[in-house]
Nanobody, 129 residues
Framework: EVQLVESGGGLVQPGGSLRLSCAASGFTFPAYAMTWVRQAPGKGPEWVST????????SYADSVKGRFTISRDNAKNTLYLQMNSLKPEDTAVYYC??????????????????????WGQGTQVTASS
């Protein structure tokens, strides 16, 4: 059974930091590029960041560039998103998603779940005072 399980979300004050994790199982994690997508209340999904299968290439949305860092540990089958200098507009449910590395163009930045091979259940991030 394929699983993507996000964790690490929570409530943080603006300017604070959080580190999200996405634990993958049931598929060959090192063969897949990984993506973070978020959805704020009342808004459509927004692509956040993608990392290629070996971690050597990354891509970011302009809204998070310089504040968020995507990384992965293929030995642990885990994806991360380090979020610094959080803003109220970063408040959203954050999802991790996977696609086979060679099945899409690079960088693949779709925010739609049906464009991915696997999709997690999400973790809530709230940046508020």
């Amino acid at each position: 059974e394929v699983q993507l399980v996000e964790s690490g979300g929570g409530l943080v004050q603006p300017g604070g930091s959080l580190r999200l994790s996405c634990a993958a199982s049931g598929f060959t994690f090192p063969a897949y590029a990984m993506t973070w997508v978020r959805q704020a209340p009342g808004k459509g999904p927004e692509w956040v960041s993608t990392i290629n299968n070996d971690g050597g290439s990354t891509s970011y949305a302009d809204s998070v560039k310089g504040r968020f860092t995507i990384s992965r540990d293929n030995a642990k089958n885990t994806l991360y998103l380090q979020m610094n200098s959080l803003k109220p507009e970063d408040t959203a449910v954050y999802y991790c998603a996977a696609y086979h590395q060679y099945s899409r163009r690079w960088p693949f930045n779709s925010p739609r779940a049906y464009d991915y091979d696997y999709w997690g259940q999400g973790t809530q991030v709230t940046a508020s005072s």
